[in-house]
């Protein structure tokens, strides 16, 4: 198992990131916490340029892509959205091509924000694998460095925001952190580990793409389809064996959420600190919200992950 970043490597990265993002706000939202029974702090990197955590990794992964390979002249990258706007944005600040292959019948606004970056947008299959598959045949055939969705440089990146979390409120007892690849989970825990601290970190996924779940309930790698209509960011079918060995050794638990409960948590969020949060962006809350008897009278945060919710999906999840 690789190590994950130490301090001082994820410093660095914020020094690296810190001109093109600020840090991003921690917040308690008293009527969202109202009900729950615990103090709790809402991360918000919906509040990133592209409105995801993502950037923080795409920022020191093209940094580190064009030292280490100076005569690279284009990216290629699967995603449902995020992913793939942090790899244009950083993409396009460096001078390079970039090429984002996303399923058919994506989030017609994630697509416009990476053309608005400069992406060139391919539609392609139904679901993440095929979707990775197929950019990787394009990488062989055009010549280009196919940017992974996992990565220790994305995780460094990312990690950059646990720093931020754990610095702005001392003693949580617990963070809640969705799941799609484990970019996201394996930061907060590289941030943890290298402040030395024992707050428990809690991965959330879809119970529609339930594989990390099951995966750490079986302590093995366990494949499983997706079918969520409503958290994309997550809809991960094959575990990255990397992440997963680090999510085994460092979740407190991983819990689930059904697409019903996350549109609830959307508009929720909504409704209490006028911020969207995308469907997998509402999970760390959702779960917290399933399981609150659980942490009465403590104090937990939640990561806002991403804001970058469809028209569609949150006229359904107001309705």
């Known amino acids: 198992m690789k190590p994950l970043p130490t301090l001082s490597e994820i410093e660095a990265a914020k020094v690296l990131i810190c001109p093109h993002i600020r840090e991003t706000p921690m917040y308690r939202w008293p009527l969202l916490e109202a009900g729950l029974g615990c103090e709790l702090w809402l991360k918000h990197e919906n509040h990133t340029p592209v409105g995801a955590f993502k950037i923080r990794g ?23 959205g995020n992913h793939g706007q942090s790899i244009a944005y950083a993409a396009r600040l460096n001078g390079l091509r970039a090429v984002i292959v996303v399923p058919q019948g994506n ?15 391919i539609e392609y299959g139904s679901e993440f694998q095929e979707v990775l598959e197929y950019s990787r045949e394009l990488a062989a055939k055009e010549g280009l460095h196919a940017v992974p969705s996992f990565h220790p440089w994305l995780v460094r990146g990312v990690a950059t925001y646990g720093l931020e979390m754990f610095r702005s409120v001392a003693d949580l007892e ?24 024992k707050t428990k970190i809690i991965g959330v996924v879809s119970e529609h793409a339930p594989a990390y779940a099951l995966s750490f309930q079986q302590r093995q790698f366990v494949e499983q389809s997706s079918i969520t209509r ?37 508009r929720e969020i909504i409704q209490t600190t006028h911020n969207i949060a995308e469907g997998a962006g509402a999970l760390a809350y959702a779960a917290l919200k399933k399981h609150r008897d659980q942490w009465q009278g403590k104090r937990v945060a939640c990561v806002l992950t991403g804001g970058n919710a469809s028209m569609a999906m949150m006229a359904r999840a107001m309705a």
């Not at 020191?60 to 030292?67: A, G, N, Q």
């Not at 952190?177 to 601290?197: K, M, Q, W």
């Not at 809809?235 to 609830?264: F, G, M, R, W, Y």
């Open 107 to 121: 989030n017609p606004e994630k697509n416009a924000a990476m053309r608005s970056l400069g992406a060139e947008l």
């Open 174 to 197: 617990a963070v809640f952190v969705p799941i799609g690849l484990g970019s996201g989970f394996c930061g907060t825990a590289a941030a943890r580990e290298a402040l030395g601290l």
């Open 230 to 266: 409503v958290a994309e960011g997550v809809a991960c079918k094959t575990p990255n064996k990397e992440a997963l060995e680090q999510v085994i050794q460092h979740a407190h638990e991983i819990l689930t959420v059904s697409d019903d409960e996350a549109v609830t948590a959307m």
């Open 58 to 80: 795409g920022l020191v992964y093209m940094d580190e892509l064009k030292r280490t390979q100076p005569d690279v002249l284009g990216v290629i990258a699967a995603t449902t």
